[in-house]
């Protein structure tokens, strides 16, 4: 039941690709985070796909610091 965390799947089925576009870009984590205003801890969590929601606003200064399309950072899983 509720006890087993076997049975709770935690996956959104949304991927966030934050790594490769940073790495396409030769940008570090620390960099994106001054220029689009955005902690370390919050990219962190979004670049490991543990986030559970993000503020639009989030996704739009990374999406401008990073010159892409929300569809290019975000993907849903197969």
Known sequence: MAGNNE???LSSGVHCRLDALLHERSM???RLGELAGVSIV???VLKN??????RFSTLVSICRVLECEIGELLVLEK
């Open 42 to 44: 919050n990219l962190s």
């Open 7 to 9: 049975d709770i799947d």
């Open 28 to 30: 570090t984590l620390t």
């Open 49 to 54: 796909d543990r986030a559970k929601a993000i």
